[in-house]
């Protein structure tokens, strides 16, 4: 069973940045491919970006493409997203998602989700 345990939450006004964690235990973190979703208050949960096992291969949605940022350390079971110029829309809470291939990533099949963390972003 593979833990989810995602860190790097808060608020910070619009135009800045965070950086999100997830440590992952339990499991071959580097068979793994990972993602990371949000959901705002009454909406559905969304993807946002998407990252295989090697890293060789990243996905994003158009609303952060060029501003977040996806990447992992298999050494040390960890995946990121770096978010930059981030916006009021950007608010919801985030959470890490782990499949056994990119392709359900993608397509939301998910094996195993975080806990979630919340990203406040108001001036």
């Known amino acids: 069973q593979v833990q989810l345990i995602e860190s790097g939450g808060g608020s910070v006004q619009p135009g800045g940045s965070l950086r999100l964690s997830c440590a992952a235990s339990?499991?071959?973190?580097?068979?793994?491919?990972m993602g990371w979703f949000r959901q705002a208050p009454g909406k559905e949960r969304e993807f946002v970006a998407g990252?295989?096992?090697?890293?060789?291969?990243?996905y994003y949605e158009d609303y952060v493409k060029g501003r977040f940022t996806i990447s992992r350390d298999n050494a040390k079971n960890t995946v990121y997203l770096q978010m930059n110029s981030l916006k009021p829309e950007d608010t919801a809470v985030y959470y890490c998602?782990?499949?056994?291939?990119?392709?359900?990533?993608?397509?939301?099949?998910?094996?195993?989700w975080g806990q979630g963390t919340q990203v406040t972003v108001s001036s």
């Open positions: 998602a782990a499949a056994s291939s990119y392709r359900d990533v993608q397509l939301g099949i998910i094996d195993y």
């Open positions: 339990g499991g071959t973190f580097s068979r793994l491919a």
């Open positions: 990252i295989s096992w090697s890293g060789s291969s990243t």
